[in-house]
């Protein structure tokens, strides 16, 4: 069963720019936030950005803050839009999606995933 489906994604050149995007079925039936994870190769996956329902609030991390912009789409989907991009940016991004928890920045809060999606930036 799919909850979230993400989109977008690719390769681009440093200093190029990329939009993702991540939509939660019907088959979810309340959001508190969603946000954006990333996993590169042989490290843990970390946090990147969210985006609060219910006051709109925004969360990054330190390292993409002034880059990437996480915003909401409609009822029930998130855009991320990464500009400047470097190469350490290269990961799988995976879409997460909590229900009511409060530790935004902390995977484990997340009640469904996507499947994620490659970005890979070339220096």
């Known amino acids: 069963q799919e909850y979230l489906r993400e989109s977008g994604g690719g390769s681009v050149q440093a200093g190029g720019s990329l939009r993702i995007s991540c939509a939660a079925s019907g088959r979810v039936y309340h959001i508190h936030a969603m946000a954006w994870f990333r996993q590169a190769p042989g490290k843990e996956r970390e946090f990147v950005a969210a985006f609060k329902w219910s006051d709109a609030t925004t969360y990054y991390a330190d390292d993409v803050k002034g880059r990437f912009t996480i915003s909401r789409h409609n009822a029930n989907a998130v855009i991320l839009e990464m500009t400047r991009l470097k190469s350490e940016d290269t990961a799988i991004y995976y879409c997460?999606?909590?229900?009511?928890?409060?530790?935004?920045?902390?995977?484990?809060?997340?009640?469904?995933w996507g499947q994620g999606t490659q970005v890979t930036v070339s220096s």
């Open positions: 997460g999606l909590t229900m009511g928890r409060l530790e935004l920045q902390r995977s484990s809060e997340y009640d469904y």
